[in-house]
Nanobody
């Protein structure tokens, strides 16, 4: 049973930073591709950042240069370092995983966390 547990969300002022974490349980973590998605109220869910099993990363244009995705395979943990946060970054952030890169970047991965809220005030 794959289980993903996010943490690290919270409230921060514009320009601030947060680091999200996603702990993975129940599967061979190192072979899975991982990613972060977010969904703001009234908006569709969007992919934010992705990291392949080999460490290759991909970012949404809206977060390039501000967010950094990383993974620690020994700790079975995924991270999202978010800097220069803006009010438009306010959303529920979800960790996701799949053995298929196409399913992950196509926003249909098989495994999701429960989400962690990020709120940025101006």
């Amino acid at each position: 049973q794959v289980r993903l547990v996010e943490s690290g969300g919270g409230s921060v002022q514009s320009g601030g930073s947060l680091r999200l974490s996603c702990a993975a349980f129940g599967y061979a973590y190192s072979i899975y591709h991982m990613g972060w998605f977010r969904q703001a109220p009234g908006k569709e869910r969007e992919g934010v950042a992705f990291i392949a099993s080999d460490g290759t990363t991909t970012y949404a244009d809206s977060v390039k240069g501000r967010f950094t995705i990383s993974r620690d395979n020994r700790k079975r943990t995924l991270y999202l370092q978010m800097n220069s946060l803006a009010p438009e970054d306010t959303a529920m952030y979800y960790c996701a995983a799949d053995e298929s890169w196409q399913l992950l970047i196509g926003s249909t991965p098989n495994y999701w966390g429960q989400g962690t809220q990020v709120t940025v005030s101006s």
